[in-house]
């Protein structure tokens, strides 16, 4: 059974910063690239960033470009969304999904995720 834990959210001013983990159980995570989308209210699951298995390559969305950073550590089963300057609009449900295949912009890519973290950036 593969499981993927987000932690990290909260509540932060504009201009801060947080670092989101997600720790993942149940699959060879080294084997899988991983994936971070956001859902805010009313709005549709969107596409934040990914990073392949190795943590080679690395894709952002237009919005968390310069702004966020995905990294994994494979050897702690975790992968990590650290956020600065983070915006009002950025307010969203965080969800970390394991993927099974490309594209990596897609949800469809992706056959598991987690139970996501709340993120509030007040203005």
């Known amino acids: 059974q593969v499981q993927l834990v987000e932690s990290g959210g909260g509540l932060v001013q504009a201009g801060g910063s947080l670092r989101l983990s997600c720790a993942a159980s149940g699959r060879t995570f080294s084997s899988y690239a991983m994936g971070w989308f956001r859902q805010a209210p009313g709005k549709e699951r969107e596409f934040v960033t990914a990073i392949t298995w190795g943590g080679g390559r690395t894709f952002y969305a237009d919005s968390a470009k310069d ?51 709340q993120v509030t950036v007040s203005s």
């Open 67 to 117: 702004r966020f950073t995905i990294s994994r550590d494979n050897a702690k089963n975790t992968v990590y969304l650290q956020m600065n300057s983070l915006k009002p609009e950025d307010t969203a449900v965080y969800y970390c999904a394991s993927a099974r295949s490309f594209p990596l912009r897609s949800a469809e890519g992706y056959d598991y995720w987690g139970q996501g973290t």
